[in-house]
């Protein structure tokens, strides 16, 4: 291949893809089961190919023994792993988010096979899952995944020992963040949820004769579907810019 490339140009070049095809599985949207292999690939290949002459002399000379340079693809890989499902596991707020609205508005039976979950979730869930995928694309945040990419270079230099306490420390975080955000974004129809109930409650305490289950759940669902679809908007809103601060912090103080 000396005709072609340099060793140490092959080299830089897999090493780059390692990460960046790692993340690229894992991304949100681009890295889904629906979106053909093919595509994934080949758009891991051209970032790699963008990347590679500007990282590159950070990745030092080729290693001598092949232990090293597994290890240095098995590195690269965990990288790119903990980027992309810090990235995916930040999804998880909003199918949160859709939970607690299901429960609250009685539609919890209402499943449906979600295309960013291994398993059928609420019809709710599903929704603000998919309106979060197209919330990144209108917004043109997933600009930011390329920026991020090349920003871990500077979180995660190459040939540096992986800081495996940071990286668990940063996906307990992430985790407790994006619960904290779903309860927060439910938080309109919980406190509905909690004061109708209340108010049903209190009813059927001074009609015991009354149907207060007949005429209570329309209601719940009529009026917590309402207050859910007033505050959709303000909802994505706040979602997106949690996600941008998320995308931001990988890009290495840019």
């Given amino acids: 291949m000396e005709d072609y490339a340099t060793s140490r140009e092959v080299f830089v070049a897999g090493m780059v893809f390692a990460r960046v095809g790692a993340i690229m599985m894992l991304l949100p949207g681009i890295g889904e089961q629906a979106v053909p292999a093919r595509v994934r690939l080949g758009l891991a290949l051209l970032i790699s190919l963008m990347l590679f002459p500007i990282v590159g002399p950070a990745l030092g000379a080729v290693p001598a023994g092949m232990t090293a340079l597994f290890s240095g693809i098995i590195k690269e890989l965990l990288i790119g792993l903990l ?13 949160v988010a859709g939970e607690i609205v299901s429960l609250q508005t009685t539609l919890g039976f209402s499943q449906t096979a979600s295309p ?38 500077t ?3 190459p040939g540096e020992r992986l800081p495996l306490g940071d990286a668990a420390s940063l996906a307990i975080q992430t985790v407790s963040r994006s619960f904290a955000l779903g309860l927060q974004l439910a938080a309109p129809v919980l406190v509905f949820a909690i004061v109708f ?10 009609m015991p004769q009354f149907q207060v289950f007949f005429v209570a759940s329309p209601l719940a669902v ?5 207050i ?20 931001g912090a990988f890009m290495g103080g840019r």
């Fill in 197 to 206: 109930n209340i108010a049903t409650g209190l009813v059927g305490r001074l």
């Fill in 116 to 153: 960013m979950e291994a398993q059928p979730t609420t019809s709710l869930s599903t929704f603000l899952t998919l309106m979060g995928v197209t919330l990144v694309f209108a917004t043109n945040l997933h600009h930011l995944f390329i920026q991020a990419i090349f920003g871990s270079y």
């Fill in 83 to 95: 980027i992309g499902g810090m990235l995916k596991l930040f999804f998880s707020s909003l199918a």
């Fill in 155 to 157: 979180l995660f230099e």
């Fill in 228 to 247: 859910f679809a007033l505050s959709l908007g303000m909802l994505g809103l706040i979602w997106i810019e949690r996600y941008r601060d998320l995308a």
């Fill in 222 to 226: 009529i009026f917590g579907l309402s």
